[in-house]
């Protein structure tokens, strides 16, 4: 079983035909992933990269019975594309769009609460299931079959998590970019709660970031369950200066508990296991899982 995205799910790229989505949308078909097309407005009927092309997500829902998006449009219209594919049923929206103003995503947050979505990211590297689907911009090689399953803040340490889980003699269920905006659609706990719920993963990993209270409200989450499920944790950003946002648009430093020590503390206090240079995730989840 998997989380989000299997080989199942019918997947759209809105904003297809440009440079991004072309692409991403070439890797994502070369690693076998469902593409049954894309959207681009005022290029439907049109095929591209052997897929058809469509001038909206309504039109790909009734004609291909798309069920998942990944959406490579330019910022400043990257909300509207998100509002787009929830009024048409898009179950799963991935988007991948990075600088999509903070005003426009609480307009899109807001809108899609009462529908029956789930939306990843925005900024961020997408979901992918090991040999099954990858519904982003990962690098597909890096990840194998398995029973970790990874939320990351940060692309970069999803593939180097899963680097190290994978040189462990492990594999991954599903890993899932939430993304490092101030306003994501899934939040840390949501995610987490996914995995913990999924009966095919065996451990978490859940990699944080300075800023906001995402990691405290999935470490108290976690406490709470009472699940017996690992998780392995880990926060970037321990020397990042207060009061600097650093890297992603969300990780500042606001108040004292927004720091990688607070936060690694609260972590620890609802026991996950908590390591303290990302060098150290796949040897402490082996030790977890073994």
Known sequence: MSVLVNKDSKIIVQGFTG???TFHAEQMIEYGTNIVGGVTPGKGGQEHLGKPVYNTVEEA??????????IFVPPAFAADAIMESASAGIKVIITITEGIPVADMVKASDFIKDKDCTLIGPNCPG??????AKVGIMPGFVFKKGKVGIVSKSGTLTYEASDQVVRQGLGISTAIGIGGDPIIGTTTKSAVEMLIN????????????IGGQLEAE???????????????GFIAGETAPAG???????????GSDDTAQAKKAIMRECGIHVVDS???????VKEVVM
């Open 127 to 132: 979901v992918i299931t090991p040999e099954e």
């Open 244 to 254: 600097r946002t650093m890297g992603h648009a969300g990780a500042i430093v606001g």
């Open 19 to 21: 440079s991004e989505g």
């Open 198 to 209: 999924d009966p095919e993963t065996e451990c978490v990993v859940m990699i944080g970031e």
């Open 278 to 284: 990302p060098a150290e995730i796949g040897i402490k």
């Open 218 to 232: 999935a470490a108290r989450w976690y406490k709470e369950s009472g699940s017996t499920k690992p998780i392995v």
């Open 61 to 70: 829902v009734e004609m291909a019975g798309a069920d998942t998006s990944i």
